[in-house]
C-alpha cells in the first residue's frame, strides 16, 4: 500500500471509527526512501487522526536510516516496523479499522 492509497483507505472511513495507532513513522530499514510505522496492537485512535497524520507526512521529509533525506510522496510505500528493523508492508485498512498486512520482508 502507498500512502495515497492509506489515505484513501482512511477517507472511506467513518473519521471517528477506531484503528490500530500507527506511531513514529520514520524511514524505513529496508528502504531508506520508503516510510514505515510502528504499531502498538493495545492501543487506538481514530480513522480521521490518523488520516491528518498521514496528509501531514505528503511533502516532508524523513532522514534515511543509513543517512541521506527522502521526501515522501503519494508513491511512496508503506510499512509497518519498529524503528531500525525489517517489517511488513502494509496491505489494506479495512472498513472496522483494521490493518492487514503482508509476508514478511
Known amino acids: 500500500m502507498t500512502l495515497a492509497e492509506m489515505i484513501k483507505a482512511l477517507k472511506r472511513l467513518d473519521p471517528r471509527i477506531p484503528v490500530y495507532k500507527l506511531a513514529?513513522?520514520?524511514?524505513?530499514?529496508?528502504?531508506h526512501e520508503q516510510l514505515a510505522?510502528?504499531?502498538?496492537s493495545s492501543l487506538t485512535m481514530e480513522a480521521g487522526i490518523l488520516l491528518d497524520i498521514c496528509e501531514k507526512l505528503l511533502g516532508s521529509t524523513?532522514?534515511?536510516y543509513k543517512g541521506g533525506v527522502y521526501t515522501i510522496k503519494d508513491s511512496t510505500p508503506v510499512w509497518?516496523?519498529?524503528?531500525?528493523?525489517?517489517?511488513?508492508?502494509?496491505e489494506a485498512i479495512q472498513e472496522d479499522g483494521?490493518?492487514?498486512l503482508g509476508e514478511d520482508d
Open 37 to 40: 510505522f510502528e504499531i502498538d
Open 80 to 90: 509497518i516496523a519498529e524503528y531500525g528493523n525489517t517489517g511488513r508492508p502494509l
Open 24 to 31: 513514529n513513522p520514520h524511514s524505513y530499514r529496508g528502504y
Open 98 to 100: 483494521n490493518i492487514i
Open 62 to 64: 524523513l532522514h534515511g
